[in-house]
């Protein structure tokens, strides 16, 4: 016994250690810690406002608030006083869905009047404003919507609210309550002030509607959707199924067609701006400028290779192109366009470079100057400070897993050196105030949680708005000690440029011995998983079962150029895939890797590629897991997928190749398939296909499908499932001798 005891006590800390568990991870415990979401700096600059968890459900949330002067954090409105628990349309759903909140409840989005007096939030499908000035009992006002709504707005000048009900924009005039509607004609196929499929899902756009800044008129869309396809798909419950019918703009067929009106807020009739005569269109953005006289607007044609900046003005609808921009790939979208108000001028962002860099021009549309350049990227403009002339960017110019806010000149003096203004090493995603005087921070890195805090312009900390230290009362607490840091490290692709990734060595890591190798990538465009941030719990939890833990992130990702992204123009899962081979092929040289015993697991694009791996490249890959993968991107819509394959008509070869049943005959590795079955994202034909195609070639297959599971498998039953469910597969596969036993050479 006594030998027993020494021996355990000389055991190694992580073993003695809590190690992380799936339940720990999905099952609402906030392992993060108390992380604010939809942080907001008042437009006087006087508070800070979010939404918190409540302690008993990581997913419900409440309205807070920081006062700046006072220093006093306090909560604004508790949801569980106002909320019906009234079922939300399904509208309302759809929106949640694609915003990526569909399974958090409470209130979940808010905005401030312009003039900082109150604040609009939609809870229980009620609409209330929030009065900053009103004592605690008389501060939250109900406003008449009298059934379903989406998208409520304040006006800038806080006369009236708005929204969109019936398909039609109504208004609200807050000083008589009375609702007044301002379009009647929508129903059916035709929609007022909405954002349509695409633009809510692919555009980075979910407004259909934009208030001019002295309240004068309202800019709407209005789309008509009668010549898209119908498309029926099933969504299977536990105990029922659903057939929806939906206007579904499928790659290479007919999208809706847009108009752009403008109407006031008192009625009447609407004024169509001319968008020109083709119809096969995108309306992209729509912005007023500052003195609410001239409306901007940007347009593009269907094959995304050009884009024009438009100009009108609202009393006589006359207009004039201020900027055009053109590739021969695609062009990427930004919500970068800035309106000086003290000068006839603004910033603009474009690739041309094949960076993404700022330029300022004259409202004449002559371009004044580069107000950046050299070959870094910026991601995002992030504020602008007339007064000192200062612009505001976030870019990983520095290291590029981080994100990091830089300050430039407006006139152009520092294009090429750039000032940084964060201090630590990570990852910085931050609000700016909108003169740019001060920042919100929420700022991590592999050993920090997200702690969010107060900046002056130049970096300097005011005040913490959570600090969410890493002690003993943290929720991550227990399992400090079995902690795994990430290491980061660079592999050349076959063009030779450079590629990042991030690797967690196991628990106890022995370089004497070799491990099973667990590998997680997106490998899509716009994102990128090699983030120096705050971990991603699952590989770690990963790592701690014996694991080496991998992620690279492959050309046709963000963030690192024109020449980086462009190289899957055309065909999709080859450079990608050529790329995750790179990495797999590193990982084999490396004495502690077992080279027999390498898995792969990706979701959405992630669970494609998976399917595209083991298609051409079973040789190299043990076993892999798809979650919700697209496996025929005819079945995608129209504009994400032509952006980057064009149409199926002009260019057939590049949708056969870009699909897994090209390949499926080199699939002999083990393939775990899962798809949730009322997915409206991904739709569970993708994986129907797949299905039905290897059951015709003879390749056995294993499947987990989700009743009711929805793109993300939201709910955490469906994750916890989900979960334990990959980790046992992939160990059936990769450690199948002994569970967490690392293999002797």
């Not at 398909?167 to 007044?180: C, F, G, P, Y």
């Not at 752009?260 to 009625?267: A, V």
């Not at 609410?292 to 009393?315: C, F, H, I, T, W």
């Amino acid at each position: 016994m006594r030998v027993l005891l020494l021996a355990l006590l000389l055991l190694p800390v992580h073993v003695m250690a809590d190690s992380l568990t799936l339940e720990a991870i999905f099952g609402g415990g906030g392992l993060d810690g108390p992380v604010p979401r939809e942080l907001k700096i008042s437009p006087d600059g006087s508070r800070v406002t979010f939404l918190r968890a409540r302690a008993d459900d990581q997913n419900r949330l409440d309205l807070w608030e920081y006062h700046i002067s006072d220093k006093v954090t306090r909560r604004l409105v508790d949801a569980d006083t106002l909320d019906s628990g009234a079922e939300l349309s399904d509208a309302e759903k759809s929106r949640r869905e694609r915003a990526r909140i569909a399974g958090l409840s409470g209130i979940v989005s808010y905005q401030w009047s312009p003039d900082g007096k109150s604040l609009l939030f939609p809870l229980g499908g009620k609409l209330y404003l929030y009065t900053m000035s009103a004592t605690a009992d008389k501060a939250v006002r109900e406003l008449p919507t009298d059934g379903a709504f989406i998208d409520p707005q304040i006006s800038p000048k806080g006369g009236y609210v708005s929204f969109v009900q019936g398909q039609n924009l109504k208004v609200i005039d807050l000083a008589s309550n009375e609702v007044r509607s301002l379009t009647t004609d929508g129903g059916g196929v035709i929609h007022n002030a909405e954002a349509e499929f695409v633009a809510q899902e692919e555009m980075d756009r979910s407004e259909g509607y934009w208030w001019a800044a002295d309240d004068s008129a309202i800019a709407f869309e209005r789309y008509d959707e009668s010549h898209v396809a119908v498309v029926k798909r099933a969504e299977v419950y536990a105990d029922h199924t659903e057939v929806i019918s939906q206007r579904y703009p499928a790659a290479g067929k007919n999208n809706v067609t847009v108009k752009l009106g403008l109407i006031s807020p008192q009625g009447g009739e609407t004024r169509w701006i001319d968008l020109g005569e083709d119809t096969d269109i995108y309306l992209v953005r729509v912005k007023w400028l500052p003195e609410g006289k001239q409306l901007s607007y940007q347009l593009m044609p269907r094959n995304q290779q050009s884009l024009e900046l438009r100009l009108v003005d609202s009393a006589t609808l006359e207009q004039r192109v201020l900027v055009r921009e053109s590739s021969e790939t695609w062009i990427n979208l930004n919500s970068d366009l800035h309106f000086l108000k003290n000068d006839d001028a603004f910033l603009w962002a474009s690739e041309r470079s094949g960076y993404k860099q700022l330029y300022l021009y004259g409202l004449d549309g002559k371009l004044r100057h580069p107000i950046s350049s050299g070959d870094w990227n910026i991601d995002k403009l992030l504020g602008v400070d007339e007064a000192s002339g200062q612009v505001y960017v976030q870019s990983n110019r520095d290291y590029v897993p981080d994100t990091q806010v830089y300050g430039l000149k407006l006139d152009g003096s520092t294009a090429n050196t750039p000032t940084r203004v964060s201090k630590r090493n990570g990852t910085h995603t931050t609000t700016f105030a909108e003169d740019a005087s001060v920042y919100l921070d929420s700022f991590s890195n592999p050993g920090t949680p997200p702690q969010v805090s107060l900046h002056s312009a130049d970096g300097t900390r005011i005040a913490w708005i959570e600090e969410n230290r890493l002690d003993d009362t943290h929720p991550y607490a227990a399992y400090r000690q079995a902690h795994i840091a990430p290491e980061f490290g660079t592999l050349k692709a076959e063009d030779e440029q450079t590629l990042y990734y991030r690797l967690y060595k196991p628990a106890g890591f022995d370089p004497g011995k070799r491990y099973p190798v667990f590998i997680f990538y997106y490998g899509g465009p716009h994102v990128q998983k090699v983030v120096r941030a705050w971990g991603d719990l699952f590989l770690e939890f990963m790592a701690q079962q014996g694991y080496v833990v991998f992620t690279l992130d492959n050309r046709g990702m963000d963030r690192r150029g024109r020449k980086f992204s462009d190289v899957i123009y055309r065909q999709l899962g080859n450079a990608e895939v050529l790329d995750q081979l790179t990495g797999i092929h590193w990982l084999k040289e490396q004495p502690w890797v077992d080279g027999e015993h390498i898995g792969v697991f990706g979701w959405s694009y992630g669970g494609y590629m998976t399917t595209m791996l083991l298609s051409k490249a079973s040789a190299e890959v043990a076993a892999g897991v798809a979650v919700a993968p697209v496996t025929d991107w005819t079945l995608y819509d129209t504009f994400y997928t032509e952006r980057y394959l064009s149409t199926p008509q002009d260019n057939k070869a590049g949708y056969i190749r870009s699909a897994p049943f090209a390949w499926l005959d080199g699939l002999s590795s083990p393939l775990f398939l899962i798809h949730g079955m009322a997915d409206d994202n991904v739709l569970f034909s993708n994986s129907t296909a797949l299905m039905s195609e290897l059951q015709t070639r003879g390749i056995e297959f294993d499947l987990m499908t989700y009743p009711g599971g929805k793109h993300g498998l939201s709910t955490t039953s469906m994750k916890l499932h989900a979960y334990h469910a990959i980790v046992n597969w992939m160990d059936r596969h990769l450690q199948p001798s002994t569970k967490n036993q690392a293999e002797e050479p």
